[in-house]
C-alpha cells in the first residue's frame, strides 16, 4: 500500500514554462486535494476533488488547473511558471476528511527562476 | 466562519519536560479537529484526531489532545518530550458540519524544540 505518491520530488522552472505534479493514491479515495506551503503562510488549498469529474477552485487557484478523470490520480498543471510559485506542494486524499482527516504525499519542492 | 489560531509559533522545552501546544478554534458547528506534525523536510504525518466522542483523545507517538468546547480549545500535550519530537505541528478544524466535508481550516504552526 503505498498511500499517497507525488512526483517529482524537486523541479526546478525557468519563468513562464509550463509542467504537471503529479499525484496517485492507492486507497480508493474520493476526496483529493492540492495544497501550497510557504513559511509563515501555513497550508493553502489549491484545488480539491470529490470524486472523479468534480472539481473546485481552493483559496489559492489562479495559475494552476486540475482534472480528476480517474479515482486514482489528480494531477495539478502549472500553466506558465511565474517566481510567486515557488512553494513546497502536497497532494493529499481522504475517505471522510471531516472525520478521518487526510494522508498527505511527501511533497514537490519547485523553484521558479 | 471556522477559524483557527496556534497561540504559539515556537516553544522550546527540555528533554523529558512536559509539553504544550496551544489552539483556539471557532466554528459555528460541532467541528471535527486534527492536529498533524511536520518533521524538516518531510511530509505531513496526522497525530491525532477528535470527532465528537471522547473529549480526550490520544494519538501517536504519547500525544494526546483534550476538546474544550466552553473553552473552544484543542490543545495537544505530552508528558515527557523526546529530541524526535521536535518538528512543526499543525491544528485543523474542518469546515462546516461534521461528516464528509471537504475543506479543512489550517493554524499557522507551532515550532517545536527540543533540547538536549
Known amino acids: 500500500n503505498a498511500g499517497v505518491t507525488q512526483t517529482p520530488k524537486f523541479q526546478v522552472l525557468k519563468t513562464g514554462q509550463s509542467m504537471t505534479l503529479q499525484c496517485a493514491q492507492d486507497?480508493?479515495?474520493?476526496?483529493m486535494s492540492w495544497y501550497r506551503q510557504d513559511p509563515g503562510m501555513g497550508l493553502r488549498l489549491i484545488h480539491y476533488s470529490v470524486g472523479a469529474g468534480i472539481t473546485d477552485q481552493g483559496e489559492v487557484p489562479n495559475g494552476y488547473n486540475v482534472s480528476r478523470s480517474t479515482t486514482e490520480d489528480f494531477p495539478l498543471r502549472l500553466l506558465s511558471a511565474a517566481p510567486s510559485q515557488t512553494s513546497v506542494y502536497f497532494c493529499?486524499?481522504?475517505?471522510?476528511?471531516?472525520?478521518?482527516?487526510?494522508?498527505f504525499g511527501s511533497g514537490t519542492r519547485l523553484t521558479v527562476v | 466562519a471556522q477559524s483557527v489560531t496556534q497561540l504559539d509559533s515556537h516553544v522550546s522545552v527540555s528533554e523529558g519536560t512536559p509539553v504544550l501546544l496551544r489552539c483556539n478554534y471557532s466554528s459555528s458547528y460541532s467541528p471535527s479537529l486534527f492536529w498533524y506534525v511536520q518533521h524538516p523536510n518531510k511530509g505531513l504525518q496526522l497525530l491525532l484526531k477528535y470527532t465528537s466522542a471522547a473529549t480526550l483523545v490520544k494519538g501517536i507517538n504519547g500525544f494526546e489532545a483534550e476538546f474544550k468546547k466552553s473553552e473552544t480549545s484543542f490543545h495537544l500535550t505530552k508528558p515527557s518530550a523526546h529530541m524526535s519530537d521536535a518538528a512543526e505541528y499543525f491544528c485543523?478544524?474542518?469546515?462546516?458540519?461534521?461528516?464528509?466535508?471537504?475543506?479543512?481550516?489550517w493554524g499557522l504552526g507551532t515550532s517545536l524544540a527540543v533540547n538536549p
Open positions: 486507497m480508493n479515495h474520493e476526496y
Open positions: 485543523v478544524v474542518s469546515e462546516g458540519r461534521a461528516g464528509n466535508n471537504r475543506k479543512l481550516i
Open positions: 493529499a486524499s481522504s475517505l471522510r476528511p471531516g472525520r478521518d482527516g487526510y494522508t
